[in-house]
């Protein structure tokens, strides 16, 4: 049995194995590449190609394929074998550096936003070198980005690419500024906490709302929930250890750092944590993080589902992107330090997060804008859809006594003017966590706490990265022209800043409505509510000039984009819809009748045996049932007229979702969680909560 160090990786064409298999020509020819963005060169390419096709067949693998992110919210694969004609009529093992570096997939069935037209097939796959190679299911993975024909970005990892270039550019310019000559590059990290849950696959399988849209569209709340936190950090099942168990393994053998596993709030509910990478490699292995828990869920005889809301009245699961930056020496540029030095240039930084977040709210709130989301942001679970930051007591008072030129009251009693006092030393973790806050600050690092458990997590990093980028390239042409008096010019700089977009900052409960009207009656903090509100932030012109000027997207990328998620919006709660009606026209309405039925059938039979009885309660409860029968059926009727009138353009589709089929589901939805409760269990067509919260 292998140890964990041999197992970790070992499906990975690494820079371990590109040691051993490359000469150090090509070895090196492919670090510059990777590292410095030079070109590659064909030769280099066909002798990569070789050894990956070497390594890969010697671990069993037969075919490859560029492995890349429409804009579908899944990944995409085309496999193609190694096999090559041979002169004797057989057949050798082959892969040359074209088949590397670029593949051609038909692209006319892939979203585009109007990119281009149905009949303009073609679309272009490039190989992405600064993510490994991987072998999944005998087949060798190439991470690429994916264009069209015209060159345009049909993916998501190419405007990740994109906005980590945009910061890094802008970075490196605010640390040359403070002498750091040797850093020749910036890169984000990323670690996003995974929530799941896990339910029983014959109880799935009889569930049309859990197969079709990946939540309980019906279903009255179990008679125990998530109410004594009994769950929370408690001990794990087997059959759900055996599962982590087998799910890690299959995680390290593709170099993913599952770190940290637990059970979650809700019951059936989970957490998978990963040990923190670069964000484009955390963006790739947690789209096989999810793609895998699926796979070895049906192993186990289990469901992974990853909806944002899959039950109503219990928690939630949510993606906590945990966000930093870091200099190609191991600088983490949000961490404190030791020094004056390391002090003000963190505080540098530090601001521009929190200018880059005010100023950028709205692109924030869009890039987790879904329907499953809407469900969970707001809720008890979740932050509110109001974004705001929390950066704890300590370094709130540090700020504070910039903003004032005060004393700062803190483990040193100091004026804090920069360059001329020392900004003093404070710990990480010096004040609580706040679980309600959307962009919190944990010692070192952010932790955007918005992001739904089902979206790509590249989309939230592309805004934060764009938004950060932005405000470090504003600071830095001041810092650039200040003149001689560098240390002055720094100090108002990041005082400024505090003073102009301090409205941002908020340490206090995010559930209170009391917050809820100040943020935005008295700060004018956005309230974006549903997804059809917040997507409208993309198109707000200092928005698309800000993402076009670091050409993260173009203008047509971005109308695109915006196109692309408002239909899926309207899809996604169109197939909702349909399913209730389908659910309640074809299993609940005959349970219910049946059950009333039998109830009626019975009662008459006692009438007749036993007629001086008065029989209320049977009486009663068929006077309800049948009143619920009607309802329903209106209610229903009703649901299947909002859907006819979902008509005009994708913005028109989704507004009237908002503002009338979501309705009309939830009020159907109320009446037949109250005829499950009121139905004897034999006669209800489905399993419920309890069956499916606690049948695990």
């Known amino acids: 049995m292998s140890t964990i160090p041999e197992l970790f990786g070992s499906l990975v064409f690494d820079d371990k194995v590109m040691r051993a298999r490359l000469s150090s020509d090509v070895y090196h020819s492919l670090r510059d590449t990777i590292n410095k963005g030079k070109k590659l060169d064909l030769s280099v390419a066909n002798a990569v190609a070789a050894a990956m096709c070497e390594w890969a067949v010697e671990n069993g693998a037969t075919h490859f394929t560029h492995w890349f992110q429409p804009l579908t919210g899944i990944t995409a694969e085309k496999h193609d074998s190694f096999i090559t004609p041979a002169p004797d009529s057989h057949v050798i093992m082959e892969f040359s550096?074209?088949?590397?570096?670029?593949?051609?997939?038909?692209?006319?069935?892939?979203?585009?936003?109007?990119?281009?037209?149905?009949?303009?097939?073609?679309?272009?796959?490039?190989?992405?070198?600064?993510?490994?190679?991987?072998?999944?299911?005998?087949?060798?993975?190439?991470?690429?980005?994916?264009?069209?024909?015209?060159?345009?970005?049909?993916?998501?990892?190419?405007?990740?690419?994109?906005?980590?270039?945009?910061?890094?550019?802008?970075?490196?310019?605010?640390?040359?500024?403070?002498?750091?000559?040797?850093?020749?590059?910036?890169?984000?990290?990323?670690?996003?906490?995974?929530?799941?849950?896990?339910?029983?696959?014959?109880?799935?399988?009889?569930?049309?709302?859990?197969?079709?849209?990946?939540?309980?569209?019906?279903?009255?709340?179990?008679?125990?929930?998530?109410?004594?936190?009994?769950?929370?950090?408690?001990?794990?099942?087997?059959?759900?250890?055996?599962?982590?168990?087998?799910?890690?393994?299959?995680?390290?053998?593709?170099?993913?750092?599952?770190?940290?596993?637990?059970?979650?709030?809700?019951?059936?509910?989970?957490?998978?944590?990963?040990?923190?990478?670069?964000?484009?490699?955390?963006?790739?292995?947690?789209?096989?993080?999810?793609?895998?828990?699926?796979?070895?869920?049906?192993?186990?005889?289990?469901?992974?589902?990853?909806?944002?809301?899959?039950?109503?009245?219990?928690?939630?699961?949510?993606?906590?992107?945990?966000?930093?930056?870091?200099?190609?020496?191991?600088?983490n540029l949000l961490s404190p330090g030791d020094t004056p030095y390391e002090n003000a240039q963190f505080l540098v930084f530090l601001v521009a997060v929190i200018k880059a977040v005010d100023e950028y709210q709205g692109l924030l709130r869009m890039s987790v804008a879904s329907a499953g989301n809407d469900h969970r942001l707001g809720a008890n679970e979740a932050p509110p859809a109001i974004v705001s930051m929390f950066l704890g007591e300590e370094l709130t008072a540090v700020l504070e006594a910039i903003e004032t030129d005060s004393p700062y009251e803190g483990t040193e009693k100091k004026r804090l003017r920069l360059g001329a006092d020392v900004l003093p030393r404070f710990n990480r973790d010096t004040t609580d966590r706040n679980r309600t806050s959307p962009f919190a600050f944990t010692g070192n690092k952010f932790e955007f706490r918005m992001v739904g458990s089902n979206d790509s997590i590249s989309c939230a990093n592309v805004m934060i990265n764009g938004a950060v980028a932005e405000a470090l390239r504003q600071f830095a042409d001041v810092l650039e022209n200040c003149g001689g008096d560098f240390d002055s010019c720094l100090h108002d700089l990041i005082q400024n800043t505090i003073r102009e977009h301090k409205r941002i900052l908020f340490n206090g409960n995010g559930y209170d409505e009391a917050w809820i009207r100040e943020a935005t009656e008295v700060r004018g903090l956005k309230n974006l509510r549903t997804t059809p509100d917040a997507m409208q932030m993309v198109l707000v012109p200092d928005n698309v000039e800000m993402l076009t000027r670091h050409r993260i997207y173009s203008e047509a990328e971005i109308r695109s984009r915006y196109e692309i998620m408002m239909e899926n919006y309207v899809r996604t709660v169109r197939i909702e819809a349909l399913t209730m009606v389908d659910m309640t026209r074809r299993e609940i309405l005959p349970a219910v009748m049946r059950y009333c039925g039998d109830l009626s059938a019975s009662l008459n039979e006692k009438k007749a045996a036993v007629p001086d009885l008065d029989y209320k309660y049977e009486t009663k409860l068929i006077r309800v049932l049948s009143g619920l029968i009607d309802g329903i059926d209106e209610a229903v009727g009703a649901l299947e007229k909002s859907i006819v009138r979902i008509k005009g353009d994708n913005t028109q589709q989704a507004f009237h979702i908002r503002d009338d089929v979501l309705c009309r589901m939830e009020e159907l939805r109320g009446l037949c969680d109250q005829a499950e409760t009121l139905t004897a269990a034999d006669y209800w067509p489905f399993p419920t909560y309890g069956d499916l919260l606690f049948g695990v």
Not at 191 to 216: A, H, N
């Open 97 to 331: 550096g074209r088949n590397l570096i670029t593949g051609e997939p038909d692209a006319s069935s892939f979203p585009s936003g109007g990119l281009r037209a149905t009949f303009e097939a073609r679309g272009y796959t490039a190989w992405d070198p600064t993510s490994y190679a991987f072998i999944k299911e005998k087949t060798l993975c190439i991470p690429t980005a994916f264009c069209s024909y015209g060159g345009e970005a049909l993916d998501k990892k190419t405007p990740l690419l994109r906005s980590m270039e945009a910061l890094d550019r802008q970075a490196m310019r605010i640390l040359k500024l403070f002498g750091n000559a040797d850093v020749k590059r910036v890169v984000t990290n990323a670690g996003p906490e995974q929530e799941y849950f896990l339910v029983d696959r014959d109880m799935y399988l009889k569930r049309k709302d859990l197969i079709y849209t990946g939540r309980t569209l019906f279903g009255a709340g179990a008679p125990k929930g998530q109410e004594l936190d009994d769950h929370y950090f408690g001990a794990i099942k087997p059959r759900v250890k055996a599962f982590m168990e087998e799910l890690d393994e299959e995680l390290w053998k593709l170099g993913i750092y599952a770190k940290t596993e637990h059970n979650e709030v809700a019951p059936c509910q989970h957490e998978l944590a990963p040990i923190y990478t670069t964000t484009n490699i955390a963006s790739d292995h947690n789209q096989l993080t999810m793609e895998i828990m699926k796979k070895v869920a049906r192993k186990h005889g289990l469901v992974c589902l990853l909806h944002e809301k899959p039950f109503a009245g219990v928690n939630g699961s949510g993606k906590h992107n945990n966000w930093s930056m870091a200099t190609d020496k191991g600088v």
